[in-house]
């Protein structure tokens, strides 16, 4: 089986920074797109930064130029680095993988961590 392991969440002050990590371990021969998602109580779950096994990124305009997502191949273990947070981005970030777990697979397939929740309040 395919597991996705969250670390890093925690309560911060307006201003403050935090890492999350996020290590997928298993099964696995190939991992596609890795991304984080967050969803705030009452709202929906929405897409943060995402990252290509080639290392292309992609923010939501709300955290562009405070957040910086990264990654490492060898490790299958993605990181958002999250500066200059505010209340808004109180939320569960949760780990996304798209990833193959053979390489007679002819698709990848999206799997999803727990989740860790990050809450920024002064």
């Known amino acids: 089986q395919v597991q996705l392991m969250e670390s890093g969440g925690g309560l911060v002050q307006p201003g403050g920074s935090l890492r999350l990590s996020c290590a997928a371990s298993g099964s696995i021969f190939s991992i596609n797109v890795m991304g984080w998602y967050r969803q705030a109580p009452g709202k929906e779950r929405e897409l943060v930064a995402d990252i290509t096994s080639g290392g292309r990124t992609n923010y939501a305009d709300s955290v562009k130029g405070r957040f910086t997502i990264s990654r490492d191949n060898a490790k299958n273990t993605v990181y958002l680095q999250m500066n200059s947070l505010k209340p808004e981005d109180t939320a569960v970030y949760y780990c996304?993988?798209?990833?193959?777990?053979?390489?007679?697979?002819?698709?990848?397939?999206?799997?999803w961590g727990q989740g860790t929740q990050v809450t920024c309040s002064s």
């Open positions: 996304n993988a798209d990833l193959k777990r053979s390489q007679l697979s002819s698709k990848y397939y999206p799997y």
